[in-house]
């Protein structure tokens, strides 16, 4: 079984400012790790994935996570952030093992403010 | 353009009544799935389908029902046995990959936010 944790519901931060959005997992195997972000009634939005390689992704906006397999996390950083990152994001683990589902953390709504 | 589409947008439903929601893609993907949503709980899977004609029973299936009769297509039913409908319902698709490994990047359509009355 795989489980995955977000530290966080709630992180409120000022415009510009540096933010960290936590995510940790358990799992018996090897995995593959997602965020995804969610803007208000709408559907989620692949951000960044690890699959293998390099354990530091980016995507294109500006965010980017280091896969740390020694803590079993995942965490989401940006350096500056604009109000239009405010959104819900979500963590998502996925399993290497036959039962390959994807499994999604409770979320964390990033707040930014002017 | 290719893409999930959910219809319909929002729903109303009484108690005691099964409703469909119908989740189309036309990007040509093998696998479809239905999440379940609720405030701070995330995503939780309900059902999914790797193949035409065949789907899977996700964490959370009683209550629900699908159909896989076409690749493009993965409607879910709500039915009455269901007893806490009320929440935002998310479709999305994927390739298989090889040797039919969902690893993936699942694509989402809008989401139908269901209301029980």
């Known amino acids: 079984a795989q489980s995955v944790t977000q530290l966080d519901s709630q992180v409120p931060v000022f415009e510009e400012a540096p933010v960290e959005l936590r995510c940790n997992y358990s799992?018996?195997?090897?995995?593959?790790l997602f965020w995804y972000v969610q803007y208000p009634n709408q559907g989620l939005q692949l951000l960044l994935k690890?699959?293998?390689?390099?354990?530091l992704v980016e995507s294109i906006n500006g965010f980017e996570a280091e896969f740390n397999k020694s803590q079993t996390s995942f965490h989401l950083r940006k350096p500056s952030v604009h109000i239009s990152d405010t959104a819900e994001y979500f963590c998502?683990?996925?399993?290497?093992?036959?039962?390959?589902?994807?499994?999604f953390g409770s979320g964390t709504q990033l707040t930014v403010l002017p | 353009d290719g893409g999930i589409t959910q219809s319909p947008k929002y729903l109303f439903r009484k108690e005691g009544q099964n409703v469909t929601l119908s989740c189309e893609q036309n990007?040509?993907?093998?696998?479809m799935y239905w999440y379940r949503q609720d405030p701070g709980q995330g995503l939780r899977l309900i059902y999914y389908?790797?193949?035409?004609?065949?789907?899977q029973k996700g964490d959370i299936a009683e209550g629900y029902s699908v159909s896989r009769e076409k690749k493009e297509s993965f409607p879910l039913t709500v039915t009455s046995a269901q007893k806490n409908p009320t929440a935002f319902y998310l479709c999305?698709?994927?390739?298989?990959?090889?040797?039919?490994?969902?690893?993936?990047?699942?694509?989402f359509g809008p989401g139908t936010r269901l209301t029980v009355l």
């Open positions: 999305a698709s994927s390739t298989r990959g090889l040797a039919g490994n969902l690893h993936n990047e699942q694509f």
């Open positions: 799992s018996s195997v090897s995995v593959y």
């Open positions: 690890y699959l293998s390689g390099s354990t």
């Open positions: 998502a683990v996925l399993g290497s093992g036959s039962a390959r589902q994807l499994t």
């Open positions: 990007l040509n993907h093998d696998a």
């Open positions: 389908s790797q193949i035409v004609n065949d789907f």
